[in-house]
């Protein structure tokens, strides 16, 4: 009976045990299913919100490198969803290239680094075009610190970074155009320092008459014009009429002397250079022909522009663009050229001196000014105008020229031109003492071969200096020297005794 007790006992304790072992199991089952649909339904209201917001969202799970794009993300760049798959090729393959490295960089770095995830960035659109995005992005880590997900949004700047390139457009021209009126401005700034040999064309003779007529007849074009004439005949004061009656006569004209730069400066004094384009080159400069844009650009002594630089000269005359130094954009000018020389350059263009295509891009409408000798009948007029200007300069007062001054001024054959003939009367009007112009210059009529018309201008021009240097016996500078007989600087002068081999005896 006892025993019967006890298997009765051990089988209604297992009964038990086993009934509640079952429903522990339904309870967690149910748990279970209760936990798996607040999931379910935690994910739709999630999908849900990320499907309506108006930016992009993406989700990444690293573990199985499949991305999530919201239907928004893949309306903003145009994709359908068969188009833009779940993967992160479809969006390094829309990178645009100059971004793909910073983005990806900035990604690696939250991921290992945990350093904020926020970056700029452009991709494609189905049009073949490039959209701003700001994007920020969140990842999350296991407990051993390895990310598993990470999930952000972007958000669509375009108009925001157009706006930025627009202002930065609009702020680099108005620096451009700032640098442009600081160079005219020191160019302008230096351009008054300097005394030109006269204000006016003085003159009523046939042949300044004619000279005149030329310019009014060029002025109003854009034709390049090139001067001819002697030096110290007046070139410069020609190109200066020139520009004067043209339409860009509100902007200055500018001048360069190609005679007087070193061959190796020149380049950068017309086309301007970048910085470190050569050893010295510590800051960008703009030459003359960016400064020039819109104006009138007078180009002297144009036959003593280096061989090597005439074509980049002939493509702006031709074409209105060159290069700066040490740059591979090109710039567009609009520049009108006015040259000068007293080289004869179609002997120079035949000797291989001067390019022929330049000189014929030069050579469109020549204008010969005249010298003084073949204007006699100018120099009373002149003499007048000179001495009533230098005398105010000086606080003198010369009220009259001798007929004996004025016959000997109008009987020199005057070499230097209107150039000489001022100087000499700056010495006349400084050594007058009283109302009377007193004359110091011994004025020598000219020899009978002082030009032959065998001999070219390269020689007049040696014979011509020659005899200057040994009537003020070989002194180059100084006062009474050959530099301020002949208007010039004593380094152009001796540049020039080295280039026509003249040498003291």
């Not at 442009?180 to 006269?198: G, S, T, V, W």
């Not at 007087?260 to 400069?285: C, D, V, W, Y």
């Amino acid at each position: 009976m006892g025993s019967i007790q006890t298997a009765t006992i051990v089988l209604a304790f297992f009964c038990v045990s086993v009934t509640l072992f079952i429903m522990g199991l339904l309870i967690q089952r149910v748990r279970h299913s209760r936990a798996q649909e607040a999931l379910r339904k935690s994910e739709e209201r999630y999908l849900l919100a990320l499907e309506s917001s108006t930016d992009g969202i993406w989700d990444w799970n690293i573990l199985s490198d499949t991305v999530f794009y919201s239907d928004r993300f893949r309306e903003i760049l145009g994709y359908s969803a068969k188009e833009f798959p779940g993967t992160m090729e479809s969006f390094r393959s829309r990178l645009h290239p100059e971004d793909a490295d910073a983005t990806w960089t900035a990604i690696e770095g939250h991921l290992k680094e945990r350093i904020p995830f926020n970056v700029e960035y452009r991709l494609q659109t189905k049009s073949g075009t490039h959209l701003w995005f700001l994007a920020r992005g969140q990842a999350i880590w296991d407990s051993e610190g390895n990310a598993v997900r990470m999930s952000g949004w972007i958000q669509d700047i375009t108009e925001r970074k157009q706006a930025e390139m627009d202002l930065k457009t609009a702020l680099s021209e108005i620096k451009e155009l700032k640098d442009h009126l600081e160079a005219e401005r020191a160019y302008l700034q230096e351009e008054i320092k300097l005394e030109y040999n006269y204000e006016n064309i003085i003159g009523q003779s046939d042949e300044i008459n004619y000279v005149l007529y030329k310019v009014e007849q060029i002025a109003a074009s854009d034709t390049t014009v090139l001067v001819l004439g002697e030096t110290g005949t007046g070139k410069e004061l020609v190109a200066r009429a020139i520009h004067s009656l043209s339409p860009r006569k509100d902007r200055a004209l500018v001048k360069i002397n190609c005679a007087t730069l070193p061959a190796n400066l020149i380049e950068s004094e017309l086309f301007g250079h970048e910085k470190g384009a050569f050893t010295g080159a510590h800051a960008r400069q703009l030459g003359r022909f960016e400064v020039v844009n819109g104006a009138t650009l007078f180009l002297d002594e144009i036959g003593e522009l280096p061989l090597e630089l005439q074509p980049k000269l002939l493509r702006v005359i031709q074409d209105g663009e060159f290069e700066r130094l040490g740059s591979s954009q090109t710039i567009k000018v609009d520049v009108r050229v006015i040259a000068a020389t007293n080289r004869h350059l179609e002997e120079e263009v035949r000797k291989g001196r001067f390019r022929e295509d330049l000189w014929y891009r030069l050579n469109i409408f020549p204008i010969t000014v005249p010298p003084l000798r073949e204007r006699r009948e100018d120099i009373s007029l002149l003499v007048d105008y000179f001495v009533a200007k230098i005398s105010k300069r000086l606080g003198k007062s010369i009220e009259s020229t001798p007929t004996t001054v004025m016959n000997a001024l109008q009987n020199y054959h005057w070499p230097g031109n209107v150039r000489e003939l001022e100087n000499v009367l700056e010495r006349a009007v400084i050594n007058s003492s009283g109302p009377k112009l007193h004359l110091v210059d011994e004025l020598k009529k000219p020899h009978k071969d002082l030009t032959p018309a065998s001999k070219t201008l390269d020689e007049v021009e040696r014979d011509y200096l020659v005899r200057v240097l040994e009537q003020t016996q070989w002194k180059v500078s100084g006062k009474t020297g050959a530099a301020e007989i002949l208007g010039l600087d004593r380094s152009t002068l001796r540049a020039r005794m080295r280039k026509l081999d003249i040498v003291k005896p």
